[in-house]
């Protein structure tokens, strides 16, 4: 079984920054993608950014929305993902969530309770 906690959410107003973490325990996972989601109300979640295992190397991939403003790293064990968010906007407000999801004939996901980001205009 794999925990994943966030943290890191808070209050900022627009144009600032906030960094997120999500810490994983239970298992390694160096060789899991990993990504953040987020949610605002009344909406369906989606996609921000994930960071892939492939050929031996981490790659990222960021939603339009995040793109030249959100970061997206791993610690070097692997087990901790971090997403750095700056030029915060309003329509960024949301609960963040982290997913690991861990390969095989039937893929597995996991993910942390959230974490709530709100901008302030």
Not at 35 to 58: C, N, T
Not at 75 to 94: C, H, I, R, V
Not at 107 to 118: E, H, K, M, N, S
Request: charged share 20%; glycine share 10%.
């Amino acid at each position: 079984q794999v925990q994943m906690v966030e943290s890191g959410g808070g209050v900022v107003q627009a144009g600032g920054s906030l960094r997120l973490s999500c810490v994983a325990s239970g298992r390694t996972l160096i060789n899991v993608d990993m990504g953040w989601y987020r949610q605002a109300p009344g909406k369906e979640r989606e996609f921000v950014a994930m960071i892939r295992w492939s050929l031996r190397a981490y790659n990222s991939e960021y939603a339009h929305s995040a793109k030249d403003r959100f970061t997206i790293s791993r610690d070097n064990a692997g087990n901790a993902t971090y997403l750095e968010m700056n030029n915060l906007k309003p329509e960024d407000t949301a609960v963040y969530s982290c997913n690991a999801r861990v390969p095989g004939p039937v893929p597995i996901d996991y993910w942390g309770q959230g974490t709530q980001v709100t901008v302030s205009s």
